[in-house]
């Protein structure tokens, strides 16, 4: 089959090796264009051009789509049968969304229609969510709201991240989106009901308030693992929190409790199991108390 694979993050990578081995035939893959990234800000281009490089596919990195009529009609031109959009990043106007014979095929990481929109695994976790999972959605012109062709759900326990979600929703959206371009499965309409939506995350999201409960803290940094990260402030400097454990123990909201690193929250308190100061490596709570001293009474956040 004729396709374009569209997508940017390591999430999409999975699809488009998958597709290759397929041998499916992949006219265009079109991405995000190159970023500045480290200390040198030299462009880095995004993980699915450098797999699209390393499979010797050609590569488009338009800055837009929208009110670009070139971009448009070249998208046209190659005679597709089928578009795979995964976390591409840009919004594909009708004119592109209509070309291919069978249109475009978004690889979106949960059972819609819950959590529609940017950041569908972080919103899972956060909420609390005993399940996730995979929607292989035909795409219309709305945020998420195509007719759905093939799900499949993923539960999530108590100690499940982000992180893990992401690897494991990627392989089944691979595998899914094979199926759906070769059982050609009947489109079923989303339900009206249920619908969420998962807004695009920023840094600040990671910021920890601890008069929240020790509950909706801990799904925090289960939710926001690896980004954009849990952080709160010890002594005016930036305390990556990376993993808690529950525990016990009244006091103030942000109180350090005991020499364990038991932090008070609004109800409930947990330990800091695992934490990071910027610029220094991570390490368990104990080794970071040996040359970090913070005794009890101590206030975090702030």
């Known amino acids: 089959?004729?396709?374009?694979?569209?997508?940017?993050?390591?999430?999409?990578?999975?699809?488009?090796?998958?597709?290759h081995a397929a041998h499916h035939e992949i006219a265009a893959v079109y991405c995000q264009p190159p970023r500045p990234a480290g200390r040198g800000h030299a462009l880095r281009p995004c993980?699915?051009?450098?797999?699209?490089?390393?499979?010797?596919?050609?590569?488009?990195?338009?800055?837009?789509?929208?009110?670009?009529?070139?971009?448009?009609?070249?998208?046209?031109?190659?005679?597709?049968?089928?578009?795979?959009?995964?976390?591409y990043g840009l919004i594909l106007p009708q004119r592109m969304l209509d070309a291919p014979r069978r249109g475009c095929l978004n690889i979106h990481a949960s059972l819609l229609p819950r959590w529609r929109g940017a950041a569908?695994?972080?919103?899972?976790?956060l909420a609390g969510d005993a399940e996730t999972g995979v929607t292989i959605m035909q795409m219309d012109a709305g945020l998420d709201?195509?007719?759905?062709?093939l799900r499949e759900a993923v539960p999530i326990t108590a100690g499940t991240t982000s992180a893990m979600l992401h690897d494991v929703l990627a392989a089944a959206g691979a595998r899914l989106v094979l199926r759906a371009l070769a059982e050609h499965p009947v489109p079923v309409p989303q339900p009206e009901s249920g619908v969420t939506y998962a807004p695009k995350l920023t840094r600040d999201a990671g910021r920890i308030d601890w008069t929240d409960d020790a509950a909706a803290i801990e799904r925090q940094v289960r939710a926001f693992d690896p980004w954009p990260g849990t952080f709160t402030t010890l002594h005016g400097a930036v305390l990556k929190v990376l993993a808690v454990e529950p525990a016990t123990g009244p006091g103030s909201p942000g109180m350090v409790l005991d020499r364990r690193l038991t932090v008070a929250c609004g109800a409930g308190a947990l330990r800091l199991a695992r934490v990071q100061l910027a610029g220094r490596p991570a390490m368990a709570a104990d080794a970071f108390l040996r040359g970090h001293p913070v005794p009890a009474g101590t206030m975090l956040g702030g």
């Open 1 to 19: 089959m004729r396709l374009a694979f569209m997508g940017s993050p390591d999430f999409a990578v999975p699809a488009l090796r998958a597709l």
């Open 47 to 87: 993980p699915v051009q450098q797999e699209a490089e390393r499979l010797a596919l050609p590569v488009r990195t338009p800055a837009r789509l929208r009110g670009d009529a070139v971009a448009q009609v070249a998208f046209g031109e190659l005679n597709l049968d089928a578009a795979v959009v995964a976390a």
């Open 120 to 125: 569908p695994i972080q919103a899972a976790v």
């Open 145 to 149: 709201t195509g007719p759905m062709l």
